[in-house]
């Protein structure tokens, strides 16, 4: 049964008190206490009643509640018998662990709601317990040894006629049975269970999309049997697995609940199979790594670069050319907020899944993906198929070969922003492809400054590629802000105070002009101007800036400050 069910019927004498958002949680048990810690008689779900007897000062009310929340309650109701109002320090206590609170009348017994509590749960779990006992049964006995997490998802779907996912943090789908999610709505899916996630709330999470209401579980080991392990949500937040799953869990028994967080134990051991695998990857980049940075024998690097690429692309006749990609993950750190969190694992993890195809279904996807991390920096080493590299052009005209940095997070962006919050960021930065051991120091330096390059830039998730280090984008982001903004100020408010009093455009008219080169016919050209008129607009900047746009540095000013403008 569900919270809101206990404050509708009005026998139970219940006034909430705090967590209106939180009345959708399943009671799944009752307990009365008196202690100051009742922790080792919790296991989650109860709806704890206490007369108080507990609280001697008001210090009392924040460790009562925070170990209520660890232990994961649905709910606080407190007698006023006692001590008449419930103290203001509980409430507020109880508000700041998201821990609901209700106020029960002097008029009406503890007992009165343990007997209507354990009634409503076990009246449900009645009618539903010995199918669930079957199936977890199947579920356990067809687990990862048994086809992986695609089994599982389809006697879900046969047996509870419920259509899941397993999705990573960026969306991707992992497993699923029958049709597949929409790559959109399940990046949406993803950054909702982030965000959720990252403001504490409890699983599952209930989210709308597409006119369907979905349930989205964490996949982590959250088992019985495993030890309880005090972290902080940052370490993990952007590489946890998800479990959607197309249906409300508001309305679900306990029971049904019980059986879906055991099929994300399932999910999670297989997670951490294909983890194990991926160990024999990640020593071969770190072993590669280490090598470049100490400044080994090209002839020694390449030794191991043959032994890598059999292992990262089965079956290649002829070593590959390669990529490099740094990323780190910052995040920002109050003081006395405890230990930093550490951010090259997490780095790690992340690259790990960017660097994989979007519209790749499954976690063998990945196979092809050495990562590393030294320090908070996590490197990637990308192998490209041997032979003509594929070609395309970049916004400059240049050729530009394998990974670009933009294309790496456009589909990436959204989710990983909710994941990151108010606190993280996430940069990137990508090499230009090499050849030969000769080249991957180099390579591992051009990934390293374009990632500063990104990182001097706004926004929770940025990238820069090679092509940006040859080119005044690399100079701008370091420009300091005051001096940024005078620069700009100094040229360019001019024009705008006149465009806003006469309507001039007078700034599009600068920018077509030095796109255009300063070519007259085709600036005019571009803005459908006659050439007399855009000779009279050109003049009028001249005449408001003091500057002389036929000379190759006032051009040049201009063309930087619009750029930092």
Not at 236 to 255: F, H
């Amino acid at each position: 049964m569900r919270l809101r069910a206990l404050l509708e019927n009005d026998a139970l004498g219940l006034r909430l008190l705090g967590g209106e958002d939180e009345l959708d949680r399943t009671v799944r048990g009752v307990m009365t206490t008196d202690l100051k810690d009742p922790s080792r008689y919790l296991s989650g779900g109860e709806l704890v009643l206490t007369g108080l007897a507990w609280l001697r000062e008001p210090a009392d009310a924040e460790p009562f509640a925070r170990i209520l929340a660890s232990a994961g309650v649905a709910a606080l109701a407190a007698g006023e018998a006692e001590l008449g109002d419930i103290p203001d320090d509980l409430v507020q206590a109880c508000s700041r662990h998201r821990l609901p609170l209700f106020a029960v009348n002097e008029s009406v017994a503890f007992a009165t709601i343990t007997e209507h509590v354990v009634r409503q749960v076990s009246g449900e779990r009645a009618g539903d317990l010995a199918a669930v006992v079957d199936r977890h049964r199947r579920l356990m006995t067809s687990g990862p040894a048994g086809g992986g997490p695609e089994v599982v998802l389809d006697l879900l779907g046969s047996d509870l006629d419920l259509r899941a996912w397993v999705l990573s943090p960026t969306g991707r789908r992992i497993a699923g049975a029958g049709e597949p999610l929409d790559s959109g709505l399940a990046a949406s899916l993803a950054g909702e269970h982030l965000a959720a996630v990252r403001t504490g709330r409890r699983g599952p999470h209930r989210v709308s999309g597409g006119g369907t209401t979905y349930s989205l579980f964490p996949i982590r080991n959250t088992g019985r049997g495993a030890a309880p392990a005090v972290r902080d949500v940052r370490e993990t937040v952007l590489s946890d697995w998800l479990l959607a799953v197309e249906a409300d869990a508001g309305d679900w028994p306990a029971a049904r609940l019980d059986l879906l967080q055991g099929v994300t134990q399932l999910i999670a051991v297989e997670r951490d199979r294909r983890d194990a695998a991926r160990t024999v990857r990640r020593r071969l980049a770190q072993e590669v790594l280490e090598l470049v940075q100490t400044g080994a024998a090209p002839a020694e690097i390449a030794a191991r670069l043959r032994v890598a690429a059999p292992v990262l692309l089965p079956g290649l006749g002829t070593a590959p050319h390669w990529q490099v990609v740094v990323a780190r993950v910052d995040w920002e750190q109050e003081a006395g907020q405890g230990t930093p969190v550490d951010g090259g694992p997490v780095a790690q993890a992340l690259l790990e899944e960017i660097l994989v195809d979007p519209a790749a279904i499954g976690a063998e996807s990945a196979d092809r993906i050495a990562v590393a991390h030294s320090g908070d920096e996590a490197i990637a080493l990308v192998p490209l198929a041997a032979g003509p590299l594929p070609e395309s052009e970049d916004e400059g005209g240049a050729p530009a070969v394998g990974l670009h940095a933009d294309a790496l997070l456009a589909a990436v962006r959204a989710p990983l922003s909710a994941g990151l919050a108010d606190d993280g960021r996430l940069t990137l930065g990508v090499s230009a492809a090499v050849h030969s051991a000769e080249g991957l120091r180099g390579a591992l330096e051009e990934a390293r400054h374009a990632r500063r390059v990104a990182a001097a830039r706004p926004g929770r998730v940025c990238a820069a590629g090679h092509h940006e280090l040859a080119s005044h984008v690399l100079l701008l982001p370091f420009v300091p802000d005051d001096v940024r903004r005078a620069f700009t100020a100094r040229l360019l408010d001019p024009l705008r105070d006149y465009d806003r009093r006469h309507r001039a455009e007078l700034i599009p008219t600068l920018e077509a002009f030095l796109d255009c080169d300063g070519s007259w016919t085709r600036c005019a050209s571009r803005l459908h101007l006659h050439v007399n008129t855009l000779r009279y607009r050109v003049g009028r900047i001249e005449q408001l800036t003091g500057r002389d746009l036929s000379r190759l540095e006032d051009k040049l000013d201009f063309f930087l400050a619009l750029r930092m403008s």
